[in-house]
């Protein structure tokens, strides 16, 4: 429900806007926002708290995007207005993965069990794109339950090259 919810209102706020470098202008911001709530994680409860009123809201929001375009604005005040502030990084995602669509690029998705060197890291991208014949963008998620190895999910497929997902599978074989 909420990843559909999401992928709405980033459809809706993709196309408010007339071209592409407008949209990335906006992409760039979002994630500005998200940035700044990752680094005050207190900002961020007191933006979601159902206590916290609408007006103290507003003026955060009014704060954060004094520079922003109206449309990031006038979007956020109606996240607010409809109580989805909650969804806003999930909004976030589902806006870049739209926006990196629309331009022919795509997002993979790189779980690994501590962070790639920059060479590897390359390399991965490079045969990414060469499978899928277009310009890919890696995200790049440190995750210490894959183990070893990697899993890579891009669109709707997913590579599990992982001591994870090894142990998996030989456990389902052994399952009879």
């Known amino acids: ?3 559909r919810l999401s992928r709405r209102y980033a459809l809706a ?3 408010s806007y007339t071209n592409t470098d407008a949209q990335k202008k906006a992409l760039d911001d979002l994630k500005s926002i998200v940035q700044y709530f990752a680094e005050e994680p207190l900002a961020w409860k007191l933006m979601t708290h159902p206590l916290v009123n609408k007006k103290d809201k507003r003026a955060l929001i009014h704060a954060l995007t004094a520079t922003f375009d109206q449309h990031i604005q006038s979007f956020l005040q109606i996240m607010l207005d409809h109580g989805r502030l909650s969804l806003f990084n999930d909004i976030v995602l589902a806006y870049e993965r739209l926006y990196q669509a629309q331009t022919g690029h795509l997002m993979a998705d790189v779980y690994v069990a501590r ?5 590897l890291k390359e390399k991965i991208k ?5 499978y899928f014949s277009r310009h890919i963008e890696i995200k790049e998620t440190v995750d210490p339950k894959v183990l070893g190895g990697l899993v ?3 669109d709707d497929q997913r590579f599990d090259g992982s001591i994870r997902g090894a142990i998996e599978r030989f456990k389902s074989t052994l399952a009879i």
Not at 126 to 130: A, G
């Open 126 to 130: 490079q045969t990414l794109e060469q």
């Open 1 to 3: 429900m909420s990843e």
């Open 152 to 154: 890579i999910t891009v």
């Open 13 to 15: 706020l993709l196309a």
């Open 115 to 119: 962070p790639l060197e920059p060479q």
